[in-house]
């Protein structure tokens, strides 16, 4: 399996990025799929999750900030992030829903967001 995520940059407070995961070698439309963060310093914490079926559910500290979603004929996972804030500064994955039994965990992508 492959999970190659995108779309990190360095942005403001108050801006917005769009994050993409291309997820290969599985039938990526079978799973609930979710965006972690790790911080520096900090271990990988739930972000976002969508399941096969297209229901969503957020941390509250992103809930009204962040959607995610999903293209199953693509096999891309997306996070729309906006209204950022310094605290979701982190490298952001993407993986299955189910932490205990996650895919291999690819290269994440940066997201810097600044005072």
């Known amino acids: 399996v492959q999970l190659q995520a995108s779309g990190g940059g360095l942005v403001q407070a108050g801006g917005s990025l769009r994050l993409s995961c291309k997820v290969r070698?599985?039938?990526?439309?079978?799973?609930?799929m979710a965006w972690y963060r790790q911080a520096p310093g900090e271990e990988r914490i739930f972000v976002a999750a969508?399941?096969?079926?297209?229901?969503?559910d957020y941390a509250d500290s992103v809930k009204g900030r962040f959607t995610i979603s999903r293209d199953n004929a693509r096999r891309t996972l997306v996070l729309q992030m906006d209204s950022l804030k310094p605290e979701d500064t982190g490298v952001y994955y993407c993986?299955?829903?189910?932490?205990?039994?996650?895919?291999?965990w690819g290269k994440g992508t940066l997201v810097t967001v600044s005072s």
């Open positions: 993986n299955k829903n189910l932490p205990s039994s996650p895919f291999s």
């Open positions: 070698g599985v039938n990526f439309s079978i799973y609930n």
């Open positions: 969508i399941s096969s079926g297209g229901g969503t």
